[in-house]
């Protein structure tokens, strides 16, 4: 199964706050939540064994609410100075404002020399026209 468009980011095998959806997605190679609203963690619970990247806020959230391990939370934050690289990937979390600990997630993706920028901002209509 891959990985829905709208929960992807191209060049990566990288899944954005679908953990349900791409769980057995062979191409899935990391997984981000923006925020800790159930249409956002679906799928994640105590039986969740994949390690996922999210805010420091957010993380706190799934562990107290699901009964996510915390050993696979991977922080990335707003006021981080610099990005963290993901799998060649530079990753910035932008404060979405939204909830707390809600972000958008700035991935830096280079492809051949050049540098494709992707925002995943959790909640937004998504349009394939767009």
Not at 26 to 45: I, N, P, Q, R, V
Not at 51 to 75: A, D, M, N, W
Not at 101 to 109: K, N, P, W
Request: contains cysteine; charged residues 25%; glycine residues 8%.
């Amino acid at each position: 199964m891959p990985i829905p468009r709208h929960k992807s980011v191209p060049g990566t095998g990288f899944v954005v706050d679908g953990f349900r959806a791409c769980a057995s997605c062979k191409e899935a190679t990391t997984f981000f939540l923006t925020h800790a609203h159930g249409d956002h963690y679906d799928g994640l619970s105590e039986r969740w064994d994949r390690p996922f990247y999210c805010s420091t806020i957010t993380g706190q959230l799934v562990v107290r609410k699901l009964g996510v391990k915390r050993e696979l939370l991977r922080h990335i934050d707003p006021d981080d100075e610099d990005p963290v690289t993901v799998e060649g990937v530079r990753v910035r979390a932008i404060c979405a404002n939204h909830c707390p600990g809600a972000v958008q997630f700035l991935f830096e993706v280079v492809e051949s020399g050049e540098t494709r920028r992707y925002i995943h901002s959790g909640d937004m209509r998504w349009n394939k026209s767009m």
